[in-house]
């Protein structure tokens, strides 16, 4: 019982940064997105390797770097991750966190599919409901507002793409994302060198803006932690209930603090996510009651 309360604690503080984080982000947009994005990587790798000294993880790192195929899947997820992270802050440093919001909302739904496409997966009839729901928000979308949520697709796309791939590979997280961070910091440090701009050199900067800067690595490496400390002490699928957190509070922020304008396309397009993740977290719900009462 001490173990569940802990990985709830755990589970919260994960996804309340994770859904704060544009705080951050936004504290810094006068520097351009993929500046920032290097910071990401090269202090992330940086904090990385202090934790996994710590945590004597390297035998870990060793073994999945000197396996080809796992390097391999790696390096792909490498890519994806960077492509995640680079849009994220984009798009709440260009007034699209609405955007993001609803690609974090739309992300379950399509971890869903992925499961049934690549793991043989099978949806529940509600699961089922669900998914027609969110593709026919989308879908209305499109014929009556000539709009596709591209950034919001392509953010939650990427993620579930990334998070199928790390879900096969026998990687374990923290040593996982550290090679998946040391593939992306040569192109990091060589756009870094070639930078240009009025942040780039910090020696040029105040000591505050450097914080932030490399503040980086813990904005990313810390709610991971905590998420990887909550899957260890509660079910998944009780997990699973808390990921609302974030993407509910850059909603809040967009639309309180930042100004963003939740349009009638949104409307639309939201009132059909909202609907699915409802039903889905109720599938998700019964199902978890049903298997402990019944495990087989």
Known sequence: MQSQKQGVIFAIAAFLMWGLAPIYFKAIDHVAAMEILLHRVVWSVLFLLVILTVVKKWRSVKSALFNVKTAGWLLLSAALLG?????????????????ASLGYYINPLLNVLLGVLFL???????????????????VIQLVSFGSFPVIAFSLASSFALYGLIR????VDTLPGLLIESLFMLPVALIYWWGLDTPTSD????????????????I?????????????????????????????????????LFYGETFSADRMVTFGFIWSALALFSFDSYRNAKRVAVNPQ
């Open 83 to 99: 492509f995640n992270w680079g849009l994220f802050i984009w798009s709440v440093n260009n007034n699209h966190m609405l955007d």
């Open 120 to 138: 043989s997966e099978r949806l529940r009839r509600l699961q089922l409901v669900a998914v027609v729901l969110a593709v026919a928000g989308v």
């Open 219 to 255: 904005v990313t490496t810390l709610p991971l932690l905590c998420f990887t400390a909550a899957a260890r002490r509660i079910q998944y699928s009780t997990l699973g209930f808390f990921q609302y957190i974030g993407p509910s509070l850059m909603f809040i922020l967009a639309v």
């Open 167 to 170: 879900k096969k590979l026998p």
């Open 202 to 217: 910090l020696t040029s900067n105040s000591v505050s803006l450097n914080l932030l800067l490399i503040s980086a690595g």
